[in-house]
């Protein structure tokens, strides 16, 4: 069983810093690309940053020079530091990522998500 599991989220006030983490665990060949997504209350989810197996970045306009993406590989984490937090950044942070795996004999990539993670910056 495939598991997406975050960790580092919390209540920071507004210039602070966090640190989410992500760890992928159970059977599968690889991971493509990974994310962070948020969904703030009354509002739909969006994408926060992302990164590909080849290590390519991308940010949502409103984090950029804030947050930073990155991966282990060996680890099979991904992680989100997230630098000069305002209150606006209050949100679920949900890992998100593909997979890889072996199904009824063939290789097909798959579409995962973690249980998100609550990050509160005060003002």
């Known amino acids: 069983q495939v598991q997406l599991v975050e960790s580092g989220g919390g209540l920071v006030q507004a210039g602070g810093s966090l640190r989410l983490s992500c760890a992928a665990s159970?059977?599968?060949?690889?991971?493509?690309?990974m994310g962070w997504y948020r969904q703030a209350p009354g509002k739909q989810r969006e994408l926060v940053a992302a990164?590909?197996?080849?290590?390519?970045?991308n940010y949502a306009d409103s984090v950029k020079g804030r947050f930073t993406i990155s991966r282990d590989n060996a680890k099979n984490t991904l992680y989100l530091q997230m630098n000069s937090l305002k209150p606006e950044d209050t949100a679920v942070y949900y890992c998100?990522?593909?997979?890889?795996?072996?199904?009824?004999?063939?290789?097909?990539?798959?579409?995962?998500w973690g249980q998100g993670t609550q990050v509160t910056v005060s003002s």
């Open positions: 998100e990522a593909d997979l890889t795996l072996w199904v009824v004999s063939r290789l097909n990539v798959y579409d995962y």
């Open positions: 159970g059977s599968f060949v690889s991971i493509k690309s």
């Open positions: 990164i590909t197996d080849g290590g390519s970045t």
